[in-house]
């Protein structure tokens, strides 16, 4: 469960409102796994997976676009915690409900990434953009 007001902004509103995004669907889902809700926590899984695609993408195409220096380095976190959420999601989605398994990775792992990734990563990413969109 995250909290609105702990969602900390960044430069790009474009960007602010995917992760406002991030964390409705978080927060449904966390809902979801705290109620033992097996269709509806893999559905959340399944759309969370989805919306972080297009997260991370937007943001790695306007990285590219703007010769972002640390592109690798922005990347490669965005990959590894893809992977993170596909496998928490294919080994949820396989098995019978295990439940903890979703809210300990959420709470204890995917949380507490995203809050510190927006505050450090994406913050300076944003501050580059807008200033490269503005010359
Ligand atoms: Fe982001
Ligand atoms: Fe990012």
């Not at 430069?11 to 097996?38: C, G, R, W, Y």
């Not at 396989?94 to 450090?120: A, K, M, Q, R």
């Amino acid at each position: 469960m995250i909290v609105q007001e702990q969602l900390p902004m960044v430069a790009m509103p474009s960007m602010n409102d995917t992760h406002l995004e991030d964390v409705i669907l978080i927060n449904q889902l966390s809902a979801a796994a705290a109620s033992k809700n097996f269709a509806a926590t893999k559905i959340f899984l399944e759309e969370l997976v989805e919306h972080t695609i297009a997260h991370f993408s937007g943001e790695e195409a306007m990285m590219q676009e703007h010769n972002f220096p640390p592109y690798a380095i922005h990347k490669a976190e965005h990959d590894r915690v893809l992977k993170e959420l596909s496998n928490i999601t294919r080994i949820f989605s396989e098995g019978e409900g295990d439940f903890s398994l979703v809210t300990s990775y959420v709470d204890g792992s995917l949380i507490p990434w995203l809050l510190n990734h927006i505050e450090t990563l994406d913050t300076v990413t944003a501050m580059f953009l807008v200033n490269a969109t503005k010359s």
